[in-house]
């Protein structure tokens, strides 16, 4: 079972930049697709970024496409989300997510995920 822990949010500028981390311990990291997803006050949870086991494929929401880019590290179990051109509306608690697989493709919906990190607060002023 795998625990994952955020980091790296707080408040920035509109066109300003942050990366957040995601550490993950108690697992095998390289047998593990990652997410990122977010949810802001009063709105479902959405996907944002997805990477698969070896971080050769990554896909991205469109309104993130351009901006945001994940990545991983397998050797220091952390899959890290770098948000460039931020906006106000990107402003949300961001989690990252974990589901063990032996397949190489991506995953995109929130169901798709069963290990969840407890967010990092992402706040981007106009």
């Known amino acids: 079972q795998v625990q994952l822990v955020e980091s790296g949010g707080g408040l920035v500028q509109a066109g300003g930049s942050l990366r957040l981390s995601c550490a993950a311990s108690g697992g095998t990291f390289s047998n593990y697709a990652m997410g990122w997803f977010r949810q802001a006050p009063g709105k479902e949870r959405e996907f944002v970024a997805a990477?698969?086991?070896?971080?050769?494929?990554?896909q991205y929401a469109d309104f993130v496409k351009g901006r945001f880019t994940v990545s991983r590290d397998n050797a220091k179990n952390t899959v890290y989300l770098q948000m460039n051109s931020l906006k106000p509306e990107d402003t949300a608690v961001y989690h990252c997510?974990?589901?063990?697989?032996?397949?190489?493709?991506?995953?995109?919906?929130?169901?798709?995920?069963?290990?969840w990190g407890q967010g990092t607060q992402v706040t981007v002023s106009s």
């Open positions: 997510a974990a589901v063990q697989t032996s397949s190489f493709w991506v995953r995109r919906q929130v169901y798709e995920y069963n290990y």
């Open positions: 990477i698969n086991r070896s971080g050769a494929i990554a």
